[in-house]
């Protein structure tokens, strides 16, 4: 096995079961996205989350 699965396996027994559920679900939609190799559109989401985040953070003076 993968080592990355076996860190995933591992973790997601560490995990409350809220937060194992929650990754689960990532992982899944993450897999889904890279079958139909959409993984490009998510990754030009997270910059464009990164630029609101910018223009969210209060100035400095």
């Not at 973790?11 to 990532?26: D, F, G, M, N, Y």
């Not at 889904?32 to 993984?39: F, I, Q, T, V, Y």
């Amino acid at each position: 096995m993968d080592i990355l699965a076996e860190r995933l396996d591992q973790k997601l027994r560490e995990w409350s079961p809220e937060t194992a559920e929650q990754v689960r679900s990532q992982v899944v939609e993450i897999i889904e996205l890279a079958d139909r190799g959409l993984l490009d559109i998510v990754r030009s989401r997270q910059v464009e989350q990164e630029v609101l985040d910018l223009l969210d953070e209060p100035t400095s003076r």
